[in-house]
């Protein structure tokens, strides 16, 4: 054999471990033990999606809150460590597990199958629908999804709603923004004329702003979309203990009760 073909496979090789992280594919799941010995557990969200995850004032302090919170809190007890989070805008918190920046992400994710190849999931714990927001004074003119052609129409970059609004609402210019803050005054200043968002936090944008309403335009849900814990790829330890949670959680009713809490929160006077 050549040598350069000898040197070729080499660079062949290594390149693909470079790719597929390889050698960790023998490494032991310890993801569980890590945790433990670390005494924290460090949770990656996004806290601009009330009521799941917001900031709001708590005895003075700004604090991260919601039912998304209110899972991982009970995920650190089941574990016995301390819950860390760590903002960063939607488009991170997936990566951050696969850096390492975080143990898990827990931030209203979709547990797609697209997402499902590079990541673990939990069990689902929240069923989502996909709403468009309008202008109030809107409402009576964007009633069907055509009736967006040609206009804007936003959505918070990296999330499914990006690729909802573009398969559905065919004919729009679809614009995707970090922060669903700005989302929300582009369409109150009318630089885009509608938002496609989950229901309960569409909900919440409601009742926190008069201009604001959900339009009568219907588009198409997957089950797919259902909100899960998301986990780095093949800890499937760690994915054991969430999902013991998870179910727990759901059997009791409480997910449905930390949703609600967390909304009226959310909408209530000392947040508008
Ligand atoms: N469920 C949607 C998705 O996974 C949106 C999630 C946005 N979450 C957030 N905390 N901003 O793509």
Redesign the pocket.
């Known amino acids: 054999m050549k040598l350069s073909k000898v040197f070729g496979g080499l660079v062949l090789v290594a390149s693909a471990c470079l790719l597929t992280a390889c050698g960790s594919s023998d490494k032991k799941d310890t993801s569980v033990s890590d945790i433990k010995d670390k005494g924290t557990m460090v949770v990656a969200?996004?806290?601009?999606?009330a009521p799941?995850?917001f900031k709001t004032l708590v005895d003075g302090k700004d604090t991260i809150v919601g039912a998304d919170v209110k899972i991982a809190e009970a995920i650190g007890e089941e574990l016995g460590v301390k819950v860390k989070f760590s903002s960063m805008s939607?488009n991170n918190?997936l990566a951050s597990l696969q850096s390492g920046k975080a143990d898990i992400a827990i931030?209203?994710?979709?547990a797609?199958p697209e997402r499902k190849k590079a990541y673990n999931f939990s069990e689902p714990y929240y069923e989502?629908e996909n709403v468009v927001l309008v202008k109030k004074t809107d409402l009576d003119k964007y009633t069907k999804t055509t009736s967006l052609d040609g206009l804007s129409v936003g959505t918070?970059k990296?999330?499914?709603?990006e690729t909802v609004a573009s398969e559905q609402l065919k004919g729009a210019k679809v614009v995707a923004l970090t922060q669903?803050g700005e989302m929300i005054n582009e369409l109150k200043n009318g630089q885009i004329q509608a938002v496609v968002l989950?229901k309960p936090i569409a909900e919440g944008y409601v009742a926190n702003n008069d201009d604001l309403t959900i339009s009568n335009i219907t588009l198409k849900n997957d089950d797919a979309?259902a909100?899960a814990v998301a986990l780095p790829k093949d800890d499937d330890k760690l994915t054991k203990k969430v999902n013991k949670v998870i179910n727990e959680l759901k059997d009791s009713g409480k997910i449905d009760q930390f949703v609600q809490d967390a909304y009226a929160l959310s909408t209530s006077d000392s947040n508008n």
Do not use: A, K, R
């Open positions: 969200l996004n806290p601009e999606f799941f995850e939607f918190v931030s209203g994710i979709s797609t989502s918070q990296g999330t499914i709603q669903n989950e979309d909100y």
